[in-house]
């Protein structure tokens, strides 16, 4: 069975600070992890995924996350929070040998940036 | 402009109604997925089809029916609908089914039962 914890319903962070949003997983064969993010009214859209190789993945919109095999964490940061990155962010895994096409998201973490 | 389109945006209706969502993807992918996204829960995956064939069906209550008559449309038909079905209903979209593909989302459907 494939699962997905992102353990803060909401984080806070200043304009200009850096932030992390923390994702913890759990598969019982390799991982494909992936960040969304989701803006009010609309739908999810994806900013980065990891499959294989460098564990320091860059996606959209300066994002980037962390593969840690060893803690089964890919959290999610940016060195310089923008207002505009105020929005609902969703961690999601699929275990590539589950036999399944599910993709399983986490429960979302809500990102206010103040400014 | 994301690519995938639904209709209608918004819909509210009665427990003995009959109802379709649409979907349409613009982007040449060959799978399709319904969710269902209700309040502090996770997206639930409620259907996969692969070329129009369904591949998955994640234990969803027969009030919900799907129909993708091609690559590039996809229906969810709603009858008889419970209270506890309120929720946004989202589409989406990828290359190929599989947890490995990106998937692209419409903006939902807002679905209201009273």
């Known amino acids: 069975a494939q699962s997905v914890a992102q353990p803060e319903d909401q984080v806070n962070v200043a304009e200009g600070n850096p932030l992390t949003v923390k994702c913890t997983y759990s598969?019982?064969?390799?991982?494909?992890l992936f960040w969304y993010v989701q803006y009010p009214n609309r739908g999810l859209q994806f900013l980065l995924k990891?499959?294989?190789?460098?564990?320091l993945v860059k996606g959209s919109y300066g994002f980037e996350a962390e593969f840690n095999k060893s803690q089964t964490s890919f959290h999610l940061k940016k060195p310089s929070a923008l207002v505009s990155d105020s929005a609902l962010y969703f961690c999601?895994?699929?275990?590539?040998?589950?036999?399944?096409?599910?993709?399983?998201f986490g429960k979302g973490t809500k990102l206010s940036v103040i400014p | 402009e994301t690519g995938v389109t639904q209709t209608p945006r918004h819909l509210v209706m009665g427990m003995t109604n009959k109802k379709s969502l649409k979907c349409e993807q613009h982007?040449?992918?060959?799978?399709m997925y319904w969710y269902k996204q209700s309040a502090k829960k996770p997206l639930e995956l409620m259907f996969v089809?692969?070329?129009?064939?369904?591949?998955e069906n994640n234990s969803v209550p027969s009030r919900f029916s799907p129909e993708c008559p091609n690559s590039s449309h996809l229906f969810l038909h709603l009858h008889t609908l419970q209270p506890e079905d309120s929720a946004l209903y989202l589409c989406?979209?990828?290359?190929?089914?599989?947890?490995?593909?990106?998937?692209?989302f419409g903006d939902g459907t807002r679905l209201s039962i009273l």
């Open positions: 999601a895994v699929w275990d590539s040998g589950a036999g399944s096409y599910q993709l399983t």
């Open positions: 982007l040449g992918h060959n799978a």
């Open positions: 989406a979209s990828s290359q190929a089914p599989g947890g490995d593909q990106p998937q692209h």
């Open positions: 598969v019982s064969g390799n991982p494909y």
């Open positions: 990891y499959i294989t190789g460098d564990n």
């Open positions: 089809y692969s070329l129009e064939e369904r591949v």
